[in-house]
């Protein structure tokens, strides 16, 4: 399994943009599909965005966060990224950074099917 390590949360207005980045190491990322999750106070974890191993083919996004949101993998620097544009004030959350506990994973959008997690990074969005 891989070590993650999220960053780039913050604070930023409603309509604002953040991208957060998941540095990866200790295993082969690029046979590992990566996927974002978030989890906000006193709410289960949930799905945002999914992306298939190496190339990245697949991507997979919960339909609330379509069109805003792309979450993207450089296998060169062994890290994941989600840009995250017209940020609302409902998606205050921490966000997870994760890797799926078998390779050549499509992305999935359980978050049982992933075996390494990172600490999460607080995104905050204010109105």
């Known amino acids: 399994q891989v070590q993650l390590v999220e960053s780039g949360g913050g604070l930023v207005q409603a309509g604002g943009s953040l991208r957060l980045s998941c540095a990866a190491s200790g295993g082969f990322f690029r046979k590992y599909a990566m996927g974002w999750f978030r989890q906000a106070p006193g709410k289960e974890r949930e799905f945002v965005a999914a992306i298939s191993w190496s190339g990245g083919d697949r991507t997979a996004y919960r339909d609330s966060v379509k069109g805003r949101f792309t979450i993207a993998r450089d296998n060169a620097k062994n890290t994941v990224y989600l840009q995250m544009n017209r940020l609302k004030p409902e998606e205050t959350a921490v966000y997870y950074c994760?890797?799926?506990?078998?390779?050549?994973?499509?992305?999935?959008?359980?978050?049982?099917?992933?075996?390494?997690w990172g600490q999460g990074t607080q995104v905050t969005v204010s109105s």
């Open positions: 994760a890797a799926e506990r078998n390779w050549y994973g499509l992305g999935s959008r359980t978050a049982t099917d992933f075996g390494s």
